[in-house]
């Protein structure tokens, strides 16, 4: 879990809790903060969260080009 001054972020959120967050975090920022450290703290915390959608869009992506071949492969071997 990371704590930033009351903004917590979990370790092991998946896609749909880090997009929550980020766009939580934009609407923050984008309503006003006043105090730069606060700021700073959202900063860090919505690129954490974006890094998390990044790293859960890589495995997926990973996972369906493996699926994919899996796929042309096989009807391939059918073809046969």
Request: aromatic content about 4%.
């Amino acid at each position: 879990i990371y704590v930033l001054s009351g903004y917590i972020m979990k370790k092991d959120l998946n896609f749909e809790q880090a997009i929550k967050r980020l766009e939580e975090i934009v609407e923050k920022l984008e309503s006003g903060v006043e105090e730069l450290e606060e700021v700073v703290t959202l900063f860090e915390a919505g690129s954490e969260a974006a890094r998390v959608c990044s790293e859960k869009l890589n495995v997926i992506e990973n996972k369906i080009e493996i699926i994919t071949r899996k796929v042309e492969e096989q009807n391939s071997i059918n073809e046969v």
